[in-house]
């Protein structure tokens, strides 16, 4: 039996939100998900007008939603922003290639310019080269390391004022479970806030 969408507009709902056990169809969601997300740059005070940001495409399906959320939202809040892609190739055979077509994709989708480094030309090295040595124990943590200063190093030579980057729920639960668990106190306490930078980064 179809579900009405709790908004009342008259639609069946397509799907129930974790967060709030609303049951919303396609169009109500769209407009709570973008409404929420404005509201939180706002309260937040996330940006301002005339600033470069960046935003880290991954070519993954949180990046290329941030990206299109905050086209979007630049234009119907004319918040003045001037939007980049910027996006990191580690070096991994067989992995980024296909992902790093989706952000070209993104690029010409939401025409924004796109800078793509690669550990290659910032490190003199590539992921799979560093396997290689070091074999494949803690190479995850190693790469996720140089991914973030890459994009570090990326804002700075574009000369952006900060770096959007598409985290989830997910990805945040991850964090304080795994800080949790190896005890790391400082990054707990800061690793839920919505504006993270470590010193001289952006």
Same mark, same amino acid.
């Given at each position: ?14 799907? %129930? ?82 992902s790093l077509d989706t952000v070209k994709q993104n690029r010409d989708d939401y025409e924004m310019p796109l800078k793509i480094l690669s550990y290659e030309e910032l490190y003199g090295w ?10 494949? %124990? ?65």
């Amino acid at each position: 039996m179809p579900v009405p969408c709790s908004t009342k507009c008259g639609k069946n709902a397509i799907l %129930k939100r974790p967060k709030t056990g609303d049951a919303m169809c396609k169009e109500c969601f769209f407009w709570a998900f973008e409404t929420e997300i404005h509201q939180t740059i706002l309260e937040g005070k996330l940006f301002q007008r005339g600033q470069t940001v960046a935003i880290a495409a991954s070519g993954g399906k949180d990046s290329t939603v941030l990206a299109y959320v905050m086209k979007l939202l630049n234009v119907k809040h004319d918040y003045g922003l001037k939007l980049v892609l910027l996006s990191v190739d580690e070096g991994i055979t067989g992995y980024r290639d296909d992902s790093l077509d989706t952000v070209k994709q993104n690029r010409d989708d939401y025409e924004m310019p796109l800078k793509i480094l690669s550990y290659e030309e910032l490190y003199g090295w590539t992921m799979d080269k560093i396997v290689a040595q070091i074999g494949r %124990k803690n190479n995850c943590t190693f790469c996720g390391v140089f991914r973030r200063q890459a994009l570090d190093r990326g804002a700075a030579l574009l000369g952006v004022d900060a770096v959007a980057t598409g985290h989830n729920a997910d990805d945040l639960a991850e964090t304080v479970l795994m800080n949790i668990l190896r005890g790391d106190i400082a990054r707990l306490q800061r690793c839920t806030a919505i504006i993270t930078a470590s010193e001289g980064a952006i």
